[in-house]
């Protein structure tokens, strides 16, 4: 069988992540041992849905942006996925994602498929009220296609607690009832859960933390780069440094600052709060973003958007440990170069960032029981499985003598793949 990545033939899903998706689906099938019928079925979504989401703006004008939403397999369970808001959102991105989403599910081993979702707009040039009307006529155009059994929206880049709290309540008008494992990533007060706006940073540091044992680098003697100032790179940073690791640089959109000497974080995200960005932190000297990730380092994590690490500059990294707190931040390419530094060890975005949905599907599980757990129990949960799984990949990748983001993606993908398989094709 001729991978379609060779063909070139993506229709109407081609973007660069979904070619990156399908190239690193295509180059570990064989190692799986599933049926190729059940295999080829897993290289495209299953369903995706575009839509037009006309909105009046607060100046009287109609304004029409287009919303998305994929679901790559619903073998496993329903849907789960973010809901991103940008304006590089489009088909073939959200579709790549998706993709990555349903190897993430599979890994961890969820009772989930992978989906993901947008919107084409800028939240940042956008008001509360025409945010909030952007999610709820969004919501109504995908009411077909979404549910608590069906497809569960998450947080993204550009959303957050506020925008599921608009759908939650949007799906519940339109039901009759409440409805509240509709999304997952609300606020604790409508039926969230604790720990999970810190979940994905969380989860990259007990990463961090198996990768560091195993290649014997202490943290309180090591140093951290973190390109991403968000919800996941600002928790990141913070959990970081409570174990001791000097974060000696930090980026967001709008600039890079460093400190050999290492950042006080908690000084940082206070500027970060009252300015709205990293750049001009007092304690540090501003530094071009892309040099930054050329930083001599122990952890560089990418906590920001996709295909930074490339070509040009994978082949110049000097950090110990390249942790993917973003999703797809390296490119296939650069990950033939990295392959060839024995050096560099790279967790993968399907390990590395899965500590948000995990602890969505811990949101999803105590909204169906409607029993709810404190803090530390989530946080356990979560270190138990982050941990288990780092191992379960380590100990693949060392029997079968390859990297870490073939052993994730084999044991991934498997897991989807024989599910597929069990079951058959209809009719």
């Known amino acids: 069988m001729t991978p379609s990545s060779n063909r070139q033939d993506f229709g109407e899903f081609d973007s660069p992540l979904f070619r990156q998706a399908v190239a690193q689906f295509d180059a570990v099938q064989e190692r799986t041992g599933i049926d190729p019928g059940a295999l080829e079925r897993l290289r495209f979504p299953k369903r995706t849905a575009i839509v037009t989401v006309p909105v009046k703006m607060d100046n009287g004008e109609t304004r029409v942006f287009f919303g998305y939403r994929v679901q790559h397999s619903l073998t496993s369970g329903p849907g789960k996925g973010g809901l991103r808001y940008h304006p590089r959102v489009n088909l073939g991105e959200v579709s790549g994602l998706a993709l990555l989403m349903g190897w993430k599910c599979g890994l961890i081993g969820l009772p989930f498929g992978g989906a993901k979702g947008g919107v084409n707009c800028d939240p940042t040039e956008l008001s509360q009220r025409e945010l909030e009307k952007i999610t709820r006529r969004f919501t109504m155009e995908m009411i077909p296609f979404i549910g608590p059994d069906i497809d569960v929206m998450a947080p993204d880049m550009g959303t957050d607690e506020q925008v599921m709290a608009w759908i939650y309540d949007t799906y519940s008008m339109q039901v009759g009832y409440n409805v509240p494992r509709i999304v997952t990533g609300k606020s604790v007060e409508l039926s969230g859960t604790k720990g999970r706006r810190e979940a994905t940073g969380r989860g990259v540091v007990y990463c961090i933390e198996e990768a560091a044992a195993r290649l014997n680098i202490p943290l309180n003697s090591s140093r951290a780069v973190v390109q991403g100032f968000g919800n996941v790179g600002s928790v990141t940073t913070q ?114 960032n899965a500590g948000g949905v995990t602890v969505s599907y811990f949101e999803w599980v105590q909204d169906i029981q409607m029993f709810f757990w404190d803090e530390e129990e989530v946080n356990q949960r979560l270190k138990r499985i982050m941990s288990d799984t780092f191992r379960a990949c380590y100990d693949v990748s060392i029997a079968e003598k390859t990297d870490l983001r073939t052993a994730a993606l084999t044991l991934g993908i498997r897991r989807v793949a024989s599910r597929k398989a069990m079951r058959g094709l209809f009719p």
Not at 310 to 325: Q, S, T
């Open 239 to 352: 959990e970081i440094a409570l174990r001791g690791t000097r974060v000696v640089a930090v980026s967001d959109v709008r600039g890079a600052v460093y400190n050999p000497n290492g950042l006080d974080i908690a000084k940082l995200t206070n500027h970060v709060r009252s300015t709205g960005s990293v750049q001009g932190f007092a304690e540090s000297e501003p530094i071009d973003p892309e040099e930054m990730l050329l930083l001599e380092c122990e952890f560089l994590v990418p906590a920001a958007l996709e295909r930074v690490v490339h070509k040009d500059n994978a082949g110049h990294l000097r950090c110990r440990v390249l942790a993917e707190a973003a999703n797809g931040p390296t490119t296939v390419e650069a990950d033939r170069i990295l392959k060839e530094n024995d050096g560099v060890l790279v967790i993968p975005d399907i390990l590395c």
